[in-house]
């Protein structure tokens, strides 16, 4: 059987199975080491048994066992850096990226500024700051020693200096920050989310009390910990909790100027709080 016969073959099941055709491309070109281009050139040559065998044993977790194309392929991409990724840590999300959007846009003019990333999972958002600040001095955390391990990986894939910690919320958080950015967990456990999320990636990373909140309450109840007087907090928030979340921090930040910001779909995406920020 030739690349293009077992493309076709499979690409017509993906059809059929009402999956994405592109997987099957994705994966044939990550199990044969090849790139596009060579996998063009050698379209009509014989596929080896080992490349056939290794891309059909991920397409089967694919079309049949509901498995994350991420964690297929080991790897996605955010704020235009490749990632590594695998069960156990969460896959960046494209909203995210958002996030790190509105940090950078809030550093700009601030030299060196010193920035914490609580719950770094994959290292996305650390990363993706410090590709795009390289003055910026990043500490990223998790609770999980698993995404630390894979956070660490992309760093020096990416030759990127983050210093990593493992630490439970602000257990073993040292020194003082300029700006604190956190993607917490936050989905509720009541709430209904899609199988291919709540089947495969860690719950750690997904769910938290009192109706998805409590990772909010928790990071800003202690927040200035951490934090040197002039500061900034940004944090990813769910779509419908605007109320609850004002209220969470006019309780712990009566003065501060804070605001709601909306993503491309409209939908409440970030929440940014001002201590005394000036840039
Ligand atoms: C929604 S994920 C975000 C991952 C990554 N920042 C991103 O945006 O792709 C939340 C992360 O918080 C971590 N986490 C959960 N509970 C934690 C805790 N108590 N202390 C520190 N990190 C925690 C999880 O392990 C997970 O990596």
Do not use: C
């Not at 009509?44 to 044993?57: M, S, W, Y």
């Not at 490749?82 to 969460?90: H, N, Q």
Request: glycine share 6%; no cysteine; proline share 5%.
């Amino acid at each position: 059987m030739t690349y293009e016969e077992f493309y076709m073959e499979q690409a017509r099941l993906a059809e059929k199975l009402k999956k994405e055709k592109q997987v099957v491309k994705l994966l044939l070109l990550e199990k044969s080491g090849m790139t596009a281009t060579e996998l063009y050139i050698n379209y009509r040559k014989k596929i080896p048994v080992e490349v056939r065998k290794k891309t059909l044993a991920a397409l089967d977790e694919y079309f049949h066992h509901n498995k994350p194309v991420q964690y297929l392929l080991g790897y996605t991409y955010f704020y235009g850096l490749k990632l590594l990724v695998r069960p156990g840590v969460l896959i960046p999300r494209p909203e995210t990226e958002l996030l790190v959007e509105k940090v950078l846009e809030n550093i700009v003019g601030r030299k060196t500024p010193r920035i914490l990333d609580l719950g770094t999972g994959s290292g996305a958002i650390a990363l993706a700051i410090k590709k795009n600040r390289g003055d910026a001095l990043l500490t990223a955390t998790d609770i999980s020693a698993l995404a630390l391990g894979v956070a660490r990986k992309n760093a020096a894939m990416h030759g990127l200096d983050v210093e990593f910690i493992e630490s439970n919320l602000f257990a073993s958080i040292p020194g003082k920050y300029d700006v604190l950015v956190s993607n917490p967990p936050y989905v509720s456990r009541d709430e209904n989310i899609d199988p291919l999320v709540s089947e495969n990636e860690p719950e750690e990373a997904l769910y938290a009390g009192e109706g998805g909140l409590s990772f909010y309450r928790e990071i800003l109840s202690r927040a200035r910990e951490v934090l040197f007087d002039s500061n900034l907090i940004a944090l990813e928030i769910p779509e419908n909790k605007d109320e609850e979340l004002s209220a969470i921090v006019k309780n712990y930040f009566p003065e501060s100027e804070f605001a709601i910001l909306k993503d491309l779909n409209n939908l409440s995406r970030i929440l940014i709080i001002r201590n005394d920020w000036r840039i």
